[in-house]
């Protein structure tokens, strides 16, 4: 039999998207999926584009990024979100389906598709032909993780994520807040605040007792030294955060001009510097106790958060580093990645990279430039997501932070934003 135009690594969200807008451009495509024979420790079926956790594909709502994105999605022709619409079930705003029924509609769909052919094997190594897509997800095999880390070098393949919490810069109160850097080195790029003796042991006494999100079955407790837990940190002994992120060294309080007991810094995480990273709150606390811990920090108690913090195993690679604008490998011509391993987070959100994967591919077969959707899409800017300067590099979901800022009264921005991003987007499809 001929070979496929394009061999695609991973029957998951990414890769049946991939696979099914490439046959939508008529190209031939093979799929290797290597369940059911060898399975993750989080799939449980043989079916493709298995939803491993929730049924939800989050909000509809078009004033929530998730909203915004499938309608950004719609417009371009995203087919598993079709088949989703048809698996849905009742859950308000939410976008939720039946599981089963969704990923064997998805398998269903693939199998008849004369252009796809399914091979169901594990991939272990990157001998590949030209064009081929690794779409193999968080959860990639044992030797396949070996092989990318053997062609990237291991510093740049990561197997656990270590989010901090993200908030809306505009929901902080700023009279709490003083700008500077650690002993005036470089701009005053950060926010920080200063907490009293009482302040400080209230928080640790919290991040004692708070709950925390179970850990999955699979995942064992091994963190890096480099990000670990704040609440583990504080259990190290209730001064140990006062020596590590929260410590005041080099920075005085403009209100009192003295050193204060501990001090929380927000960095900047978006360009316009809509979203504020806490530094070293990266956390396993349950999503409601995130809430509650807003809410020991001066100025933060009605902080809108952007991004909850979380810890859990993810293999990803350093996108901006090794891949290019269309996420193809720069060590080697016709390699792609696409889904959660390039570092977008989430179940939509790798819907969406795979049919960005595919208009790229199909572009590139044709010997033409990179496409690149405008900036003020969602889709736009996870795609410039991949690309940024960030460092340490980290998975991004969708949200409002990611756009650039909009004129408009407070209460209309979200649709205001909403109505740009998907004008935009049908100007460039209509050219
Ligand atoms: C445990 C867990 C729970 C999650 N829960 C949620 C959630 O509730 N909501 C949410 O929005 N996101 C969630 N995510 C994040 C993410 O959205 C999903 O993991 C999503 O499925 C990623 O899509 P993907 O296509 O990149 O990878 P996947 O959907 O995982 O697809 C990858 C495919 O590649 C196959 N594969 C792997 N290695 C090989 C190989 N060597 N050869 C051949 N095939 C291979 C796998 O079997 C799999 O079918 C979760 C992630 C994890 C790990």
């Not at 925390?212 to 963190?223: D, L, P, T, W």
Request: aromatic share 6%; net charge negative; glycine share 8%.
């Amino acid at each position: 039999m001929k070979a496929a135009e394009v061999t695609i690594i991973g029957g998951g969200l990414a890769g049946s998207e991939c696979a099914l807008q490439l046959a939508r451009r008529r190209r031939t495509v093979e799929l290797i999926e290597m369940r059911p024979s060898s399975s993750t420790p989080a799939h449980r079926s043989g079916d493709l584009a298995e939803l491993v956790c929730s049924n939800s594909l989050k909000s509809d709502n078009p004033e929530t990024a998730s909203g915004l994105l499938k309608r950004e999605l719609r417009l371009l022709g995203c087919r598993l979100l079709e088949i989703a619409e048809e698996a849905k079930v009742p859950a308000g705003h939410a976008l939720a389906v039946d599981r089963e029924f969704f990923a064997r509609s998805v398998t269903e769909i693939v199998d008849n598709e004369p252009l796809i052919r399914l091979d169901r094997s594990e991939q272990t190594d990157l001998e590949l032909p030209p064009c081929s897509v690794i779409a193999s997800g968080p959860l990639t095999s044992g030797s396949l993780s070996f092989a990318l880390e053997e062609h990237f070098g291991n510093e740049h393949l990561f197997f656990y994520d270590a989010i901090a919490i993200s908030v809306n810069a505009e929901t902080i109160d700023s009279s709490r807040v003083f700008k500077a850097s650690r002993y005036g080195k470089g701009g005053a790029d950060y926010w920080n605040i200063a907490l009293s003796g009482e302040e400080y042991n209230r928080l640790i006494d919290f991040l004692f007792s708070a709950p925390k999100s179970e850990k999955r079955g699979f995942e064992e407790q091994r963190y890096f030294e480099a990000c670990l837990p704040v609440e583990v940190i504080a259990q190290r002994g209730p001064e140990s955060l006062r020596y590590g992120a929260l410590k005041p060294k080099g920075l005085v309080d403009p209100v009192t001009g003295l050193e204060p007991h501990a001090v929380i810094q927000l960095r900047q995480e978006t360009l316009d510097g809509s979203m504020l990273g806490l530094v070293g709150f990266q956390t396993r606390l349950t999503r409601p106790a995130q809430r509650d811990l807003l809410g020991l920090i001066p100025g933060m108690k009605g902080a809108q958060i952007l991004r909850y913090g979380s810890i859990h195993r993810n293999t990803f690679i350093d996108s901006p580093r090794l891949l290019d604008e269309k996420q193809m490998s720069r060590s080697r011509d016709g390699l792609f990645f696409s889904g959660q391993i390039v570092g977008v987070e989430g179940y939509m959100e790798s819907i969406a990279h795979g049919l960005v994967t595919a208009m790229n591919i199909d572009r590139y077969l044709d010997g033409k430039d990179v496409f690149l959707l405008p900036e003020h899409t969602l889709t736009g800017a996870l795609q410039a997501h991949l690309s940024s300067a960030h460092v340490p590099f980290q998975p991004m979901n969708v949200n409002y932070g990611l756009l650039p800022p909009i004129e408009g009264p407070k209460r209309s921005r979200k649709r205001l934003m909403t109505e740009r991003s998907l004008q935009s987007l049908r100007d460039i499809l209509s050219v």
